[in-house]
């Protein structure tokens, strides 16, 4: 074995060990300096960004209110400068009322795309009720709030992928009937809300550098090749499996991101098959990548710093 192989396996062996999971106690949470928190919030997705004392960017809301605002309230936030809703489907928007709950909440940016009506009104009227403005993410547009900075990657409304949706296999059949079938629907495959998620690059200033996380939503191979093929350089320390983890992904998509850990959000025992074993392999990649899923793992939050960074789990 030459010095330089020697060398490639110390950098890689360390590329997988800088990251450690421990099952925190609840009574010290969440941990301090504290970057990302996955919400378990069943079949959906809710997210938040550590933005200053008592204060979070939050992505999305889940479908159910009080997950929503149980997730906040032991992350103990009372202010959310910015609520980013990635797509209008009821998984990622129906949670809103729990966010807004006793919340200081200072914008509403969602996504161009007003699909399903449903959720556009409903979130419409929310924002009305409680006075809160709302705007559209917009490719190019970079935000800062405290230590987390962003650059919006999708939607582009100058590149709609152009590729048909993706057909759904037998094993999916019944699962998008049913989806399709529900009132509330919003998780079948193939679908133009979910190709028009907003997708953050999200930078978040550590004691010892930046950590980087892309945050997908629920954006399928049409949207991730766009992506790929506008920003070759998506490597971040950590990646929001896209879509729950359902099977259909662009391996090149995940594998230009070459993440230190995968967080899957996703509900036990969903109709749609979410996650795929398939999108859990390739999510972990060859290099052994943490997976953490909200099914399984409850609330995950990711701590630390640049060199020093670790996740935390709470039932
Ligand atoms: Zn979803």
């Known amino acids: 074995m030459t010095a330089g192989v020697v060398a490639l396996l110390l950098v890689l062996i360390a590329a997988v060990v800088a990251l450690y999971v421990i099952r925190s106690r609840t009574t010290n949470w969440p941990p301090p300096n504290w970057i990302l928190a996955a919400c378990d919030v069943g079949q959906g997705d809710a997210l938040a960004l550590a933005a200053g004392p008592a204060e979070a960017v939050v992505i999305d809301t889940g479908p159910d209110p009080a997950k929503a605002d149980h997730c906040l309230t032991v992350l103990g936030i009372h202010k959310v400068p910015l609520l980013v809703l990635t797509h209008f489907h009821a998984d990622h928007v129906d949670g809103v009322p729990g966010v807004l709950k006793g919340r200081t909440v200072t914008e509403i940016e969602t996504t161009n795309d007003p699909d399903p009506p449903r959720g556009v009104a409903e979130v419409t009227a929310w924002a009305r009720t409680a006075g809160i403005p709302t705007s559209v993410a917009a490719v190019g547009e970079h935000r800062r709030f405290g230590p987390v900075s962003w650059d919006v990657l999708w939607p582009d409304p100058d590149a709609s992928p152009s590729a048909p949706p993706e057909p759904a296999p037998k094993?999916?059949?019944?699962?998008?009937?049913?989806?399709?079938?529900?009132?509330?629907?919003g998780g079948e495959e193939g679908s133009g809300p979910n190709n028009s998620s907003v997708v953050l690059q999200v930078t978040v200033a550590t004691r010892d550098g930046p950590v980087r996380l892309l945050l997908t939503g629920d954006i399928e191979p049409p949207s991730q090749a766009a992506i790929l093929a506008a920003h070759p350089d998506l490597a971040a320390d950590v990646l929001k499996v896209p879509h729950h983890g359902s099977k259909y992904q662009d391996p090149d998509f995940l594998r230009a991101v070459?993440?230190?850990?995968?967080?899957?959000?996703?509900?036990?025992?969903?109709?749609?098959?979410?996650?795929?074993?398939?999108?859990?392999?390739?999510?972990?990649?060859?290099?052994?990548?943490p997976v953490l899923r909200t099914d399984r793992d409850g609330?995950?939050?990711?701590?630390?710093?640049?060199?020093?960074?670790?996740?935390?789990l709470r039932r």
């Open 171 to 185: 094993s999916h059949r019944r699962g998008r009937r049913q989806a399709r079938a529900s009132p509330r629907g």
């Open 258 to 289: 070459r993440p230190r850990v995968s967080i899957i959000s996703v509900g036990a025992g969903n109709v749609y098959g979410h996650p795929s074993p398939d999108t859990v392999r390739l999510a972990g990649g060859s290099a052994g990548t």
């Open 299 to 312: 609330q995950i939050v990711i701590y630390g710093s640049a060199r020093n960074l670790r996740a935390a």
